[in-house]
């Protein structure tokens, strides 16, 4: 299921006029990784798509990466461990993930605030996470943005959705509303600043009705509650 996913998000990347590949096919450098976490290049983002995700040939400075305790849980993000000088907005990183149209890197709260205010980013209209964004054209992106790890709001719409033993501590902990870690880089999606303020504003709601759904499925005897 993993491999399906991973395909059918470099499929989508790849073929996407937002990150289609230019003539002449960008080297695949650490420098050009660089400029797509920056929100500088959709054609390096289609080589990396292209070699990571369909063609299972990372370079040699690229490797597969497991996922950090920060960030386990959360589906369809890859990891890779990353060599040489590779940076998003000024930050060194040494991993970095490809989330469907996000390429990110994992900050320190404090390297994610420097860069959050260098760039100038809002926070965006969202209740459940915390979420900053910045449009590079705001009618069809790009879009810099930082934003927590959704490991927490996850639990907290199965917690809702099953329910659960009041004395358990996922029942009594609501999701950090201080995370030390966030999500920080690029998302190539082409959408408007409109559309997305419009989709932020409604994210609770959505959450709401997949934890309805949930647990209606629960309730058939379609979905079990997590162990």
Known sequence: ??????VAVASALAASPAVAQSEHEVLPTPASLTQVLSCQSRDA????AELLFLQYRPPAWMRPSKLPKALDGMIGLYGF?????????EE????????????????????AERVIAAQKMTRAPIAITEQYYRF??????????????????????????????????SAKVPPSTDPKMLLVGCNYAVASQEDFLDAARGAEDTMRKAGADIRRM???????PPR
Not at 45 to 48: D, P, V
Not at 81 to 89: I, K, P, Q, Y
Not at 92 to 111: E, I, K, N, T
Not at 145 to 167: C, E, Q, R, W
């Open 1 to 6: 299921m993993r491999a399906m996913v991973a």
């Open 45 to 48: 983002l289609g080589t990396f």
């Open 81 to 89: 461990a990353v060599e040489g000088n590779v940076s998003v907005f």
């Open 92 to 111: 060194p990183v040494d991993h970095v993930y490809f989330m469907s149209d996000w390429v990110v890197a994992l900050l320190p709260r404090a390297s």
């Open 136 to 169: 590079v054209d705001p009618e069809t992106g790009p879009m810099i943005g930082g934003f927590a790890p959704t490991v927490d709001a996850m639990a907290k719409m199965l917690v809702d959705a099953f329910g659960g033993d009041p004395a358990a501590k």
């Open 218 to 224: 629960a309730e058939e005897g379609e979905a079990r």
